[in-house]
């Protein structure tokens, strides 16, 4: 090859070099703000402006039946691979708690979650996780094994699911953070931090009582 010929191919890969340090850049930020937000433990902030939900002195935001903001599409695979659509579970009550099993407080909430689904079960309470920012699907499935976790669980690495709640409702905002949606698929109350038992059994029981 002459010369000539050479220097165009130099100047494509120079012009090349460019666009994957930008692209790399937007992932590697990306990732930034998702690890900045992770793990946290929440916090008292609801929201403002016209958002129809209260913060209770507990860390519990809750919304009144009939200014609920409905749940979005949560559909995927669990960590077996088998399909699930959050949305098949409409009649029931449903508890969504969004966890990493890199996540400490995730792991000191877990046996609680198991328990409490478990003594549920029978008043149509169905659990389900969103299992996010995990990079291998082999370490949520050994947290769920080392907890004896029960419930299925969504598998979402790249968060994609937290991002369809709309701004402004009782959207998952740390992790973990954990919804009740009401018999009509619609989110009833929100936690930003791990929850103890009796918490946890406090977030549901409003909720579990309506008609």
Avoid: H
Wanted: with cysteine.
């Amino acid at each position: 090859m002459s010369a000539a010929s050479r220097a165009p191919l130099r100047s494509a890969a120079r012009t090349a070099r460019p666009r994957r340090r930008a692209a790399l850049t937007a992932v590697a930020g990306s990732a930034a703000v998702l690890l900045m937000s992770a793990c946290t433990s929440g916090g008292t902030s609801g929201g403002g402006g016209d958002t129809n939900f209260v913060m209770g002195k507990d860390g519990i935001s809750t919304a009144k039946k009939g200014e609920r903001a409905a749940a979005p599409d949560l559909s995927g695979n669990t960590l077996d691979g088998k399909p699930l659509d959050v949305a098949s579970y409409k009649g029931d009550i449903v508890v969504l708690n969004v966890w990493g099993s890199w996540c400490a407080p995730c792991r000191a909430e877990a046996p609680n979650f198991q328990k409490v689904s478990a003594d549920l079960a029978a008043d149509g309470v169905r659990f389900v996780g969103i299992n996010t920012a995990d990079t291998s699907v082999d370490n949520a499935v050994a947290f769920e094994k080392d907890y004896g976790v029960t419930y299925p669980s969504l598998y979402d690495p790249a968060g994609k699911l937290m991002l369809r709640f709309k701004k402004g409702t009782l959207n998952p905002q740390a992790i973990p953070s954990t919804l009740v949606l009401d018999r009509d698929g619609k989110i009833a109350a929100r936690s930003l931090a791990a929850l103890s038992e009796e918490k946890l059994r406090k977030m549901i029981a409003p909720v579990l009582a309506e008609k």
